[in-house]
């Protein structure tokens, strides 16, 4: 059990190394972004992931979904944060490490690279270190930028931050109902016990949705 819970967004303590990743190119108007809804067992999610700012980040989270790998799978952990605006804190889901449904890992893309932050409603990779993430995100209720790459940071987990790939467009009330669920005081382990969901939320099915311009 110790591996499912390895892969843990906020206040990892273990040191991340550097890798580089080159950012590409501006591009004129909107970045490019592809829109996704998480079905769920307490309402629908769309995000709109950022697939020409964060295409290594966003282009993993879309193989999950098109090869249905997040269909079945759950939100298992809600962090509280008790300072900010509130509520506050994260929602984690994903594929919990199953042997069945991860992928390999994918190189680290820091916000100082792709220019996202971790701002209300952000996508941020779980990940242990750089090169760690496959099929684990969380959701952010508040701004949590302190989670963005710090270059000038003397701790190299901060010198990385998190990879931000996308935002929630709609469904932010859902997202704010399955953090506020009880949680098992009893259940996760180290920092994260008392994290776990009692219930965790089912993903039903995760699914491309037409661009705007397409509707």
């Known amino acids: 059990m110790l591996k499912i819970f390895l892969p843990a967004l906020a206040l990892i303590t273990a040191p991340l190394g550097a890798q580089e990743v080159e950012a590409a190119p501006p591009q004129p108007g909107k970045p490019e972004t592809v829109r996704v809804v998480l079905e769920t067992t307490a309402g629908d999610i769309t995000v709109e992931l950022e697939t020409e700012r964060a295409p290594i980040t966003a282009g993993n989270f879309l193989r999950y979904v098109d090869e249905d790998r997040f269909d079945g799978t759950v939100f298992y952990r809600a962090m509280t944060l008790d300072w900010g605006d509130q ?9 919990q490490w199953d042997p069945d449904r991860i992928l390999p890992g994918i190189p680290h893309e820091p916000t100082t690279v792709t220019g996202l932050s971790h701002t209300k409603g952000a996508l941020s990779m779980a990940m242990g270190e750089p090169g760690t993430a496959n099929g684990d995100f969380s959701i952010f209720l508040q701004d949590s930028t302190g989670m963005d790459a710090d270059p000038k940071s ?5 010198q990385n931050g998190y990879a931000v790939f996308g935002y929630v467009v709609e469904g932010m009330d859902v997202v704010a109902a399955i953090h506020a669920m009880p949680t098992d005081p009893d259940k996760g382990e180290g920092w994260m016990k008392g994290q776990m969901l009692a219930e965790p939320v089912k993903i039903i099915e995760a699914r491309r949705l037409a661009s705007p311009s397409e509707d």
């Open 87 to 95: 509520p506050n804190g994260l929602i984690q889901g994903g594929t």
């Open 154 to 158: 003397e701790d190299p987990v901060w």
